[in-house]
């Protein structure tokens, strides 16, 4: 059964100079030709070119000047027949042109249908269908060059040659088990030969990730005591006024957030209330704590701020590991011999000694944050992952780690190990997806893509 045609608005909603209508199925020609009245012929004759129309309603009206382009299947984005139409950017312009082509035949796309269709047709797999929504939300340079480099067919290129370097090693072990008689696994030397440059490709590829992108911005949460210069940090670092600042205690209530670019990776810093030793009397107050611990836990990094007076070793020790960033601030209130002291020892525990008032260690932080959401989530222009991906690398990894702590005594163990991290490599290239899988994930993209 042949798949409807499909129609949508590949263009932002919205007023424009131009807006850019897309179909893609069997009928899209002939719906196409009826539509600019033309011989589907003539427009057959000079497909992937742009051609100057007039786009005709129902009674004979001219709806609109535009350019219409034929891309034949099979060498098209969806590998079907596809049109594109390019009309005046105005609303009602764009509604009249799409109710004229359903008119015509066409059925309205659904979210990400055109890239599904893609990867149905083989013009796609999976990790760069996924990468045309990330090229879509790249918020700088960086990020859009990782998506750019998995759309290319990077990753896929590098995921198959991991994949088949497992298989190699798994079917060397098979053999080596099915058939006794052959040389022994020690002979084989298959850790140094195949398990030892499998690990170092895999762990390579794992370094030049970067991970949940399908969750935004890096979130990066000041958290501390009351008046402390939580709110000063966020406008210092952020270059505009976003939080109260006042010398009253307990200003910040509510999470106050803002979206700045370092390094090439965008971060949300998240302002929020101080947290105090004592419970709160107020039931604001006490909502607002609440709060505040809430966006903490769920922080790709949390800043600890605290009085710059304080020594290292009184920092308040919280349970968020490798996430927290110690930091000191009112440095500008100590004299130079304990500032000094007293941001060597911070510096040892990953944090900082900095001033908001003067700017102190400010330019220092902006770096360190940097560093450690690299470190925590890779590198900004690193092959992007989704939350989905990342999990099943997680899984491919810990199944390889497992396997070379069993290959020398079990074997059998690890063969079954390397059949996880090929179970992993599955959901990771899409080989092993259920079709409601791919509803959800496609259920993310923009209509027209």
Known sequence: ??????????????????????????????????????????????????????????????????????????????????????????????????????????????????????????????????????????????????????????????????????????????????????????????????????????????????????????????????????????????GKQVALVTSQAGTTRDAVSVELELGGRRLRLVDTAGRSKEMPAGEADRAAEVLALARAEQADLVLWVDDAWLAAEDMEKQAWGETLLPLRNKADLIDETQAENLDAELRALGGLLVSALDGRGLDDLSDLLVRRLDDLLGPADGLPLTTRQALAMDKLMAALRRAEKTLDHQVELAAEDLRSAMDAMGELTGRKLEPDLLDRIFSSFCIGK
């Open 1 to 238: 059964m042949k798949s409807p045609t499909i129609v949508a608005a590949a263009s932002a909603p919205g007023q424009g100079a131009v807006a850019v209508l897309r179909l893609s199925g069997p009928k899209s020609l002939e719906i196409l030709a009826k539509g600019v009245r033309l011989d589907p012929k003539t427009i057959r004759l000079a497909p992937r070119r742009l051609r100057l129309a007039r786009f005709y309603d129902a009674a004979g009206e001219v709806l609109d000047q535009v350019l219409v382009a034929y891309m034949p299947s099979p060498k098209s984005f969806t590998g079907e027949d596809m049109v594109e139409v390019h009309g005046h950017g105005g609303r009602a312009a764009v509604e009249a042109l799409l109710a004229r082509l359903l008119d015509l035949g066409a059925e309205p796309a659904g979210a990400g249908e055109f890239t599904r269709r893609a990867l149905e047709n083989g013009k796609l797999d999976l990790s760069q269908a996924e990468a045309v929504a990330r090229m879509i939300e790249a918020g700088s340079r960086a990020e859009l060059a990782g998506a750019v480099r998995v759309l290319e067919g990077e990753l896929s290129q590098k995921l198959g040659s991991l994949q088949q370097a497992i298989e190699i090693l798994l079917a060397e072990i098979e053999a080596s088990l099915n058939f006794p008689e052959e040389p022994d696994l020690e002979s084989l030397d298959l850790r140094s030969r195949r398990l030892e440059p499998l690990l170092a490709q895999a762990g390579a590829l794992e370094q030049g990730l970067r991970r949940r992108v399908d969750s935004g911005a890096a979130e990066v949460v000041l958290a501390g005591p009351p008046n402390v210069g939580k709110s000063s940090i966020i406008n210092k670092l952020s």
